[in-house]
Nanobody
Framework: QVQLVESGGGLVQPGGSLRLSCAAS????????MGWYRQAPGKQRELVAS???????YYADSVKGRFTISRDNAKNTVYLQMNSLKPEDTAVYYC???????????WGQGTLVTVSS
């Protein structure tokens, strides 16, 4: 069974940093695009950052210059390094990956990031 397992959320003070990880398992194929979404209370889920299998990245304007997405294709793992965190970054963060060859898309279980003093 193909699944994504996330780790790395938690409580951090404003200005602090966190690193999220998301590992794909259950298939020998590397995902095509991988990305991170977030959903704050009372708001819709939004795309934060994504990275293609070739390394092309996208960032939402709200996180440009503060967040960095990367991936390790050998480990089928995507990372989100979050620096200079703000209270408005507080949300549940979800990993997403798709496999074109498998006609498959998967979501992680979500990890809570709370930015508060």
């Amino acid at each position: 069974q193909v699944q994504l397992v996330e780790s790395g959320g938690g409580l951090v003070q404003p200005g602090g940093s966190l690193r999220l990880s998301c590992a794909a398992s259950g298939t020998i194929f590397s995902p095509n695009a991988m990305g991170w979404y977030r959903q704050a209370p009372g708001k819709q889920r939004e795309l934060v950052a994504s990275i293609s299998s070739g390394g092309t990245v996208y960032y939402a304007d709200s996180v440009k210059g503060r967040f960095t997405i990367s991936r390790d294709n050998a480990k089928n793992t995507v990372y989100l390094q979050m620096n200079s965190l703000k209270p408005e970054d507080t949300a549940v963060y979800y990993c997403n990956a798709n496999w074109t060859i498998l006609y498959l898309e998967r979501w992680g279980q979500g990890t809570l990031v709370t930015v508060s003093s």
